[in-house]
Nanobody, 127 residues
Framework: QVQLVESGGGLVQAGASLRLSCVAS????????MGWFRQAPGKEREFVAAISWSGKNIYYTDSVKGRFTISRDNAKNTVYLQMDSLKPEDTAVYSC????????????????????WGQGTQVTVSS
């Protein structure tokens, strides 16, 4: 089992930045890929970004490319989501997800590919 705890959300104005963190604990000795998803009120959860265990492969949804950066520090069992130039449409609950993987370079973009989820952190961007 892997437990995930997110932090770093908040209320900011459009154009501001936030950095989300997700710390994994539990059975973190194995390799695992991670991702960030978000869910806005009244909408389905959507993929935001994903990173392979090695960190070599990264994927973003089109709406955040050039504004968001995902990274990880395996020594700290932590994945980050740096969010710059935030827009009101980025408002959502952001959740991190993890899954064990035999491939250190594979990224996963579907929510049903992930086994472990955090509780989420609220990000609100005012116009």
């Amino acid at each position: 089992q892997v437990q995930l705890v997110e932090s770093g959300g908040g209320l900011v104005q459009a154009g501001a930045s936030l950095r989300l963190s997700c710390v994994a604990s539990g059975r973190t000795s194995s390799t695992y890929a991670m991702g960030w998803f978000r869910q806005a009120p009244g909408k389905e959860r959507e993929f935001v970004a994903a990173i392979s265990w090695s960190g070599k492969n990264i994927y973003y949804t089109d709406s955040v490319k050039g504004r968001f950066t995902i990274s990880r520090d395996n020594a700290k069992n932590t994945v980050y989501l740096q969010m710059d130039s935030l827009k009101p449409e980025d408002t959502a609950v952001y959740s991190c997800a993890a899954r064990n993987t035999y491939s250190s370079n594979t990224v996963y973009r579907r929510s049903d590919e992930y086994a472990y989820w955090g509780q989420g952190t609220q990000v609100t961007v005012s116009s």
